[in-house]
């Protein structure tokens, strides 16, 4: 194995992107999508193997209050040799002074998280375009109002 880390977006296809993600799994995310959304985000890495996109993260930033960071990835193969960990300890370390670093997850990997020192929020909130799916998945509380 020999992993090559890189911070920027340039060279990396979208396609590959896209099955990373549905790989990992975090979804199937379209490349066209993926691309707007790691371009727009401040901090980004990607992990090769020989050429192979294995991992990557991003984190949307203003350089001062706020860091969120989010879809960290990586493919099955490569979870549980410390890689993902390096993903986010990159990005937190790139995020350094700001405020406040928020990061979303997959729910019951919150544990992972707090080895950099995430703690959940009380007074989180959000609107999902498919809420009901998002409930579903353990992201919201279900609505009460809903049938």
Not at 7 to 15: A, H, I, L, M, Q
Not at 96 to 118: A, D
């Amino acid at each position: 194995m020999s992993i090559t880390w890189t911070e920027t977006t340039d060279g990396v296809d979208r396609e590959e992107l896209a099955a990373l993600y549905r790989a990992a799994p975090l979804g199937d995310k379209p490349p066209g999508e993926l691309e707007l959304v790691f371009t727009n985000s401040r901090y980004v890495c990607f992990l090769h193997d020989g050429g192979r996109l294995v991992g990557a993260g991003r984190a949307l930033a203003d350089g001062r209050d706020c860091s969120y960071i989010c879809d960290v990835a990586l493919l099955p193969d490569y979870q549980g040799r410390g890689l993902g960990a390096e993903i986010v300890g990159r990005l937190v370390e790139r995020s350094e002074g700001h405020k406040k670093i928020i990061l979303y997850s997959v729910p019951g990997t919150e544990p992972f998280y707090e080895r950099f020192g995430f703690r959940r929020m009380t007074t989180a909130m959000a609107i999902f375009d498919d809420s009901a799916l998002a409930a579903q998945r353990g992201y919201l509380e279900p609505d009460p109002d809903a049938g």
